[in-house]
C-alpha cells in the first residue's frame, strides 16, 4: 500500500530555510501526483504545491511561489520541499500527500498522506 513520511521539520528563524523529505513506497510517480499541504490547528488546511508526470508543478498560493520548491530521487524514493525566506506565518505542520494521477483541485484533498511534520518560525 502507499506509505508517506515526511522528515525535516524543526525550529527555523525568520528569513531562513528549511528543507523537508517525504519518503514514498507504493507508488510510481509516472502515475501519481505528488505534493505538499500544511496546517495550522485549528484552521483550513492550505494547499502549498503538487507535481506529476504530465503537468508539472502547480502552485496553489501566490505568497509561497517563488519561496518554495518541490523536487525528487526516484533512486531515494524521496520528494523534497526547499522552503525559503520563512516568516512566522509559515508555522505549521506539513504534510505530503499523493494521489492517482492528478493533483487535487483544492490542494488537499490527497487519497494519501503522511503523519506529517512540524515547522515552527520564530526568533
Known amino acids: 500500500q502507499v506509505q508517506l513520511v515526511e522528515s525535516g521539520g524543526g525550529l527555523v528563524q525568520p528569513g531562513g530555510s528549511l528543507r523537508l523529505s517525504c519518503s514514498y513506497s507504493?507508488?510510481?510517480?509516472?502515475?501519481?501526483?505528488i505534493g505538499w499541504y500544511r496546517q495550522v490547528p485549528g484552521k483550513e488546511r492550505e494547499g502549498i504545491l503538487c507535481?506529476?508526470?504530465?503537468?508539472?508543478?502547480?502552485y496553489y498560493a501566490d505568497s509561497m511561489k517563488g519561496r518554495f520548491t518541490i523536487s525528487t530521487d526516484g533512486a531515494k524514493h524521496t520528494v523534497s520541499l526547499q522552503m525559503n525566506s520563512l516568516n512566522p506565518e509559515d508555522t505549521a505542520v506539513y504534510y505530503c500527500?499523493?494521489?492517482?494521477?492528478?493533483?487535487?483541485?483544492?490542494?488537499?484533498?490527497?487519497?494519501?498522506w503522511g503523519q506529517g511534520t512540524q515547522v515552527t518560525v520564530s526568533s
Open positions: 500527500g499523493a494521489s492517482g494521477y492528478l493533483c487535487p483541485e483544492g490542494g488537499v484533498e490527497y487519497d494519501h
Open positions: 507535481m506529476n508526470d504530465v503537468a508539472g508543478t502547480n
Open positions: 507504493g507508488l510510481s510517480l509516472d502515475y501519481y501526483a
